[in-house]
Nanobody, 124 residues
Framework: QVQLVESGGGLVQPGGSLRLSCAAS????????IGWFRQAPGKEREGVSC????????YYADSVKGRFTISRDHAKNTVYLQMNSLKPEDTAVYYC?????????????????WGQGTQVTVSS
C-alpha cells in the first residue's frame, strides 16, 4: 500500500515562500513520476507541477512558472515543491500524487496514488 504524506503547508503573507514535502512509505519514488496538484474552494483540482521518473521531464502550470520549483531527494525518498512569491490565488489544498508509469504529466487521471493534502493559505 503506497502512502504519501504531504507537509509544509501553512499561512504565509503574499510574496512569501513555503516548501512542501511529499514523503512516501513502503514505496520508492525513484521509478515513478510525481505530481503536485492543488484544489481551491469551489474549484476543480488542477495540476501544478510534475517530474518524470528519470527527472528528465518537468512541467509547470503557466500560473506558477518562474515561482515554483519541483525537486527530488532520492536518498530521503521525498519530493519537494518550493513555492516563492506566493499570491493569494495560490491558496488551496496541495496534493502530491504518484504516476507509476513515470512519464510525467499534469493530467489528474494518470495518477495512481494520492496523499491527503496540505493546506496553503496566502493572506495578509
Amino acid at each position: 500500500q503506497v502512502q504519501l504524506v504531504e507537509s509544509g503547508g501553512g499561512l504565509v503573507q503574499p510574496g512569501g515562500s513555503l516548501r512542501l514535502s511529499c514523503a512516501a512509505s513502503v514505496f520508492t519514488l525513484y521509478d515513478s513520476a510525481i505530481g503536485w496538484f492543488r484544489q481551491a474552494p469551489g474549484k476543480e483540482r488542477e495540476g501544478v507541477s510534475c517530474v518524470s521518473s528519470s527527472d528528465g521531464i518537468i512541467y509547470y502550470a503557466d500560473s506558477v512558472k518562474g515561482r515554483f520549483t519541483i525537486s527530488r531527494d532520492h536518498a530521503k525518498n521525498t519530493v519537494y515543491l518550493q513555492m516563492n512569491s506566493l499570491k493569494p490565488e495560490d491558496t488551496a489544498v496541495y496534493y502530491c500524487a504518484v504516476d507509476l508509469e513515470g512519464w510525467g504529466t499534469l493530467r489528474l487521471d494518470e495518477y495512481d496514488y494520492w496523499g491527503q493534502g496540505t493546506q496553503v493559505t496566502v493572506s495578509s
